[in-house]
Nanobody, 120 residues
Framework: QVQLVESGGGSVQAGGSLRVSCVAT?????MAWFRQSPGKEREGVAA???????IYADSVKGRFTASRDNAKNTLYLQMNNLKPEDTAMYYC?????????????????WGQGIQVTVSS
């Protein structure tokens, strides 16, 4: 069983930066960040392999950077140039499959979520 605990997040004005972190207990392969706003489906933001290779949603490319510290079993998401449309609950996810993508069904474990709010 894998447990995921997110931290960071909060409120920031548009153009600002935030970083969220996720500590995993247990073995994982692909780890990712998803987000969900009220009335919308959960969408993948960034996913990172154990080798540190990351993929991103088009909406965040060039602004968000995912990184991973395998020694600490921690996934990070650095979010720069934030926009009001980035406002959402952000969820950490971990999967045990050998591939890494941004679809919900790839992931077996989920964190509780952490709020990110960007004001204009």
């Amino acid at each position: 069983q894998v447990q995921l605990v997110e931290s960071g997040g909060g409120s920031v004005q548009a153009g600002g930066s935030l970083r969220v972190s996720c500590v995993a207990t247990g073995d994982t392969r692909c780890m990712a960040w998803f987000r969900q706003s009220p009335g919308k489906e959960r969408e993948g933001v960034a996913a990172t392999t154990t080798g540190g290779r990351s993929i991103y949603a088009d909406s965040v490319k060039g602004r968000f950077t995912a990184s991973r510290d395998n020694a600490k079993n921690t996934l990070y998401l650095q979010m720069n140039n934030l926009k009001p449309e980035d406002t959402a609950m952000y969820y950490c996810a971990a999967g045990t499959r050998f591939w890494c993508d941004l679809t919900v069904r790839t992931f077996d474990y989920w964190g509780q979520g952490i709020q990110v709010t960007v004001s204009s």
